[in-house]
């Protein structure tokens, strides 16, 4: 059954602590993306990936951090630099040869800090 | 106090007729341009792209526009169903310039029955 993967689906955190998002994808594609969506509000990248061991910041990468150890492997890390970050934050993948432009986006892990 | 909150633009159709969502990109270097559907809680489903050598673009019940003059972007939804109701975003991207999509804020579908 292939797709991307976001664990956990919900998670809450005490504020000052750090933690990290899952994202997996089996469907062998090349580039990873993280998005912050915000109520009533689009998505904004946060950070991307096109190639193992190389990341780039998007438009909002302050507070987060990610690694990109392996091609199918794109954790986030929301650190406690992040003033506001209780969100929705969405995973996604694309091929990049050989493919289309399109992302494909995993089903959303909602981060509470209480 | 006074709460403060975004509210998405809201299209409500009623069941069988046609729905048009509207969106206004923002880059003219943009050239592809893709409408994604998000339900409550869950991750965007991809719904139908389109490069900007083209016009228009039909799918399953579903078509979209492009009027790179005024950088107007348009989904057509025919025949609504209830399944349709969810939030439709479109997205722009340079294509090479890091596969970067930019997202607009959403329009609101509501199906009456």
């Known amino acids: 059954d292939g797709g991307i993967t976001q664990s956990p689906k919900y998670l809450f955190r005490k504020e000052g602590q750090n933690v990290t998002l899952s994202c997996e994808q089996n469907l062998n594609h090349d580039a990873m993306y993280w998005y912050r969506q915000d109520p009533g509000q689009g998505l904004r990248l946060i950070y991307y990936?096109?190639?193992?061991?190389?990341?780039q910041k998007g438009d909002i990468a302050e507070g987060y951090s990610v690694s990109r150890e392996k091609k199918e492997s794109f954790p986030l890390t929301v650190t406690s630099a992040q003033k506001n970050p209780t969100a929705f934050y969405l995973c996604?993948?694309?091929?990049?040869?050989?493919?289309?432009?399109?992302?494909?986006f995993g089903p959303g892990t909602r981060l509470t800090v209480l | 106090g006074e709460s403060v909150g975004l509210h998405l633009p809201t299209l409500s159709v009623q069941e069988g007729d046609n729905s048009i969502i509207n969106c206004a990109y923002s880059?003219?270097?943009?050239?592809?341009f893709i409408w994604y559907k998000q339900e409550s809680g869950k991750g965007p489903q991809f719904i139908i792209d389109?490069?900007?050598?083209?016009d228009k673009r039909q799918g399953q019940r579903v078509t979209v526009l492009l009027n790179k003059t005024v950088k107007h972007l348009s989904l057509q939804i025919a025949a609504t169903q209830p399944g349709d109701s969810a939030v439709y975003f479109c997205?722009?991207?340079?294509?090479?310039?890091?596969?970067?999509?930019?997202f607009g804020t959403g329009t609101q579908l509501k199906v009456e029955l």
């Open positions: 389109i490069r900007s050598n083209m």
């Open positions: 990936s096109q190639i193992v061991n190389d990341f």
């Open positions: 996604a993948s694309r091929k990049l040869t050989g493919g289309g432009e399109e992302q494909f």
């Open positions: 880059n003219s270097a943009s050239d592809y």
């Open positions: 997205a722009e991207m340079i294509t090479g310039g890091g596969n970067k999509l930019t």
